[in-house]
């Protein structure tokens, strides 16, 4: 079985590892500790961990698999009338998120434990990678694979399949990369990383205010834009990364629709409403929701500001 599933994921070029559901537990314990400790704002852990770290275990007999994805940043265009045309860039794991846990569950069903459950594992996957060895963090808190640095999608997975102990898991490391390198503090716009720890200020962080609707935070509001939502500053200029691969969507927005969302608040007009909502629930739900225009608006300001 688990040479099976070793020659699957060589096959498309994944990293994969996998451990007892003790893993997971102790991936929520790392997290709560920082929670308890004040490291982690209580008020992110809330909104953002909470739900990863306690959910119900619903199998905590079987296995655990996680597998490390190669992707690529993706390109959506905006018709900006006379100044021309705006190429927003989306994130590694900003395109098609949930549609792509739903396709590998199917092809690792199918072809990487055929026989086995394969089920999807909700929880802090970049604490449970990291404790089976398959990712170590950068200095921003990233996690990173070897050969494809943190350009990859970590995807988590529960399994009745039997599987070999591997070796003991480890608690989260730091890249030898990391040592004496400061490039990503330095670059970040947010002061988000910091000097003093290696756990990202994740409450201050570009990605975090952008994810998120509402105003712009104060601490945010003149931090340069430069992907229509996320950031990639500190993956970019960082030496452990390979160059990032940028692939068209297919999708563009013309001039009357990019107006539209730049203008709208609350609603789209009618006229445009079934054509801009397919194509955003096509990139994936969090476009959905108001933060689009906004963060639009920030995209176009900052290559205003830059040309001029």
Not at 94 to 121: C, I, K, M, W
Not at 289 to 299: K, M, S, V
Request: negative net charge; proline residues 9%; hydrophobic residues 40%.
């Amino acid at each position: 079985m688990v040479m099976g599933l070793q020659a699957w994921a060589d096959e498309r070029g994944y990293r994969v590892a996998w451990g007892s559901s003790e893993v997971v537990s102790e991936a929520k314990a790392d997290i709560a500790r920082l929670r308890d400790s004040g490291e982690l704002d209580p008020g992110f852990f809330d909104t953002e961990l909470a739900s990863e770290v306690f959910p119900e275990e619903p199998w905590p007999s079987m296995n655990a698999v996680m597998i490390a994805v190669p992707r690529p940043a993706h390109r959506v265009t905006f018709d900006l009338g006379v100044p021309g045309k705006l190429e927003a860039i989306l994130p590694p794991t900003y395109f098609r998120y949930q549609t792509t846990f739903e396709d590998v569950r199917q092809d690792l069903a199918t072809n990487g434990l055929p026989g086995s459950r394969v089920e999807h594992l909700q929880g802090p996957h970049k604490a449970i990678a990291a404790r089976l060895g398959l990712v170590r963090y950068g200095r921003n808190n990233i996690t990173y694979a070897p050969g494809t640095g943190s350009y990859l999608q970590l995807r988590g997975y529960w399994t009745d399949a039997e599987l070999p102990e591997r070796a003991e898991p480890a608690g989260p490391a730091l890249m030898p990369e990391c040592e004496g390198c400061d490039r990503c503090r330095k670059v970040c716009p947010t002061k988000a990383i910091g000097e003093d720890r290696m756990l990202l200020r994740a409450q201050q962080c570009l990605t975090y205010a952008n994810e998120n609707p509402g105003e712009w935070p104060e601490w945010a509001g003149n931090a340069p834009h430069r992907c229509l939502v996320g950031c990639l500053l500190c993956q970019r200029v960082c030496p452990a990364n390979p160059s990032l691969p940028v692939e068209d969507t297919g999708l563009s927005f013309s001039s009357e629709e990019t107006k539209a969302l730049l203008e709208a608040h609350d609603a789209l007009p009618p006229a445009l409403a079934n054509s801009v909502r397919k194509k955003l629930a096509w990139l994936g739900p969090i476009y959905l929701g108001p933060i689009l225009g906004r963060n639009l608006a920030a995209l176009v300001k900052a290559r205003s500001v830059s040309s001029s």
